[in-house]
């Protein structure tokens, strides 16, 4: 029903920067949450950073004050800006998009890989 398409991923040096992306098929004003989520080798998904509907973000506290979550409503996309990458940020990741509290849809996910 919905299609999300990440990208922007890639190899990264560490200290540089990426921001991703997550187009949607479907309007993403008004959405209750976006929020994106990454996967390490042999680890858990875990919650990067989220966005909601009344406009408040939270961020797992590794990556507070480098990573920024944002939307540009225009174009049903949703962006995370990631500064001053460390290698613990590789991973992959996923967006994920809640139109409400009942139904959730995922990317396929982009990859980043932050190494020398």
């Known amino acids: 029903q919905v299609q999300l398409v990440e990208s922007g991923g890639g190899l990264v040096q560490p200290g540089g920067s990426l921001r991703l992306s997550c187009a949607a098929s479907?309007?993403?004003?008004?959405?209750?949450?976006l929020r994106w989520f990454r996967q390490a080798p042999g680890k858990q998904r875990e919650l990067v950073a989220s966005s909601t509907r009344g406009g408040s973000t939270y961020y797992q506290n590794s990556v507070n004050g480098r990573f920024t979550i944002s939307r540009d409503n225009a174009k049903n996309t949703v962006y995370l800006q990631m500064n001053s990458l460390k290698p613990e940020d590789t991973a992959a990741y996923y967006c994920?998009?809640?139109?409400?509290?009942?139904?959730?849809?995922w990317g396929q996910g982009t990859q980043v890989t932050v190494s020398s």
């Open positions: 994920n998009y809640l139109p409400n509290a009942g139904n959730s849809y």
């Open positions: 479907t309007r993403i004003f008004g959405a209750y949450a």
